[in-house]
C-alpha cells in the first residue's frame, strides 16, 4: 500500500482563492510527522508546514494551514489568499518514528497552477 | 535553516562516463545524508542514505556498484553515477535529517543529470 496518496495531480486556482491540496497517508507507527514541500520548476525543496502526529491542533505557517484529521489520517494543505508564486509542485510527505534521522516517504505530488 | 551546498546544479555527460555529486553541510555536521532521483513529473524516491564512516544502505532495486556513495566527512557525501547511460538522465537530490530545534530536513538545490 502506497504510505503517502495524493489524489490530485493537477489543480488550477484563481489568484486570491485559498485552495486545497489533499494527502492521505497510512502507517501503524503511533509516532510520525508530516510535511508539505513546494517544489518549483527550479527544483529546490521549500519546507512548507510540519505536523506531528501528537500535535493537538491543526499547524500553521502563514498563508500555509494543515488541515489534520488523524482518524481519517489526512492531512491536507489548505493555502489561502493564492499567489502566481505559489505555482509548482507540492509535495506531501511522512517520516515514521521518533528519530529526526529518519528518512521522509513522498507522495507523487500535485501541481498546482495559480490563475489570474 | 541548516544549509545543505549542492554542487553541480545541472550537468552533461557522455555515456560511458561517470559523474561526481556532492553535497555539503556548511552549518552542522551530518552523520547522514539522504540521497533522492526524481524523474520528470514524478516524486523524490529514496535511493540510498549514507552514513559517516560506514557503507552506505540502498533502497531495494538501486544497483550498489552503479550508484557508489560516499561519506568520507562529517560535512561531506557524495553520489557518483558510474559509467552513465541516457536512462540514468534525472534530477538528483540530497537530504540532510533534521537538525537541532528544526522538524524539517534540509534539502540541497539538486542536480540534473543529463546523459547523452
Known amino acids: 500500500a502506497q504510505k503517502i496518496t495524493q489524489t490530485q495531480p493537477g489543480m488550477f486556482v484563481q489568484e486570491k482563492e485559498a485552495v486545497t491540496l489533499d494527502c492521505t497517508y497510512d502507517?501503524?507507527?503511533?509516532?510520525?510527522?508530516l510535511f508539505w514541500y513546494k517544489q518549483p520548476s527550479s527544483g529546490e525543496m521549500i519546507f512548507l508546514i510540519y505536523?506531528?502526529?501528537?500535535?493537538?491542533q491543526n499547524a500553521t505557517e502563514g498563508r500555509y494551514s494543515l488541515n489534520f484529521q488523524k482518524a481519517r489520517k489526512s492531512a491536507n494543505l489548505v493555502i489561502s489568499a493564492s499567489q502566481l508564486g505559489d505555482s509548482a509542485m507540492y509535495f506531501c510527505?511522512?517520516?515514521?518514528?521518533?528519530?529526526?534521522?529518519?528518512?521522509?516517504?513522498f507522495g507523487t505530488g500535485t501541481q498546482l497552477k495559480v490563475e489570474l | 535553516g541548516a544549509v545543505v551546498s549542492q554542487h553541480p546544479s545541472w550537468v552533461i555527460c557522455k555515456s560511458g562516463t561517470s559523474v561526481k555529486i556532492e553535497c555539503r553541510s556548511l552549518?552542522?555536521?551530518?552523520?547522514?545524508m539522504f540521497w533522492y532521483r526524481q524523474f520528470p513529473k514524478q516524486s523524490l524516491m529514496l535511493m540510498a542514505t549514507?552514513?559517516?564512516?560506514?557503507?552506505?544502505?540502498?533502497e531495494q532495486g538501486v544497483e550498489k556498484d552503479k550508484f557508489l556513495i560516499n561519506h568520507a566527512s562529517l560535512t561531506l557525501s557524495t553520489l557518483t553515477v558510474t559509467s552513465a547511460h541516457p536512462e540514468d538522465s534525472s534530477f538528483y537530490i540530497c537530504?540532510?535529517?533534521?537538525?537541532?530545534?528544526?522538524?524539517?530536513?534540509?534539502f540541497g538545490q539538486g542536480t540534473r543529470l543529463t546523459v547523452v
Open positions: 552549518d552542522f555536521q551530518a552523520t547522514t
Open positions: 505536523q506531528g502526529s501528537y500535535d493537538q
Open positions: 537530504s540532510s535529517p533534521s537538525q537541532g530545534a528544526y522538524t524539517e530536513a534540509f
Open positions: 549514507s552514513n559517516e564512516g560506514s557503507k552506505a544502505t540502498y
Open positions: 510527505a511522512m517520516r515514521e518514528g521518533t528519530g529526526g534521522g529518519n528518512k521522509l516517504t
Open positions: 502507517t501503524s507507527d503511533p509516532s510520525y510527522g
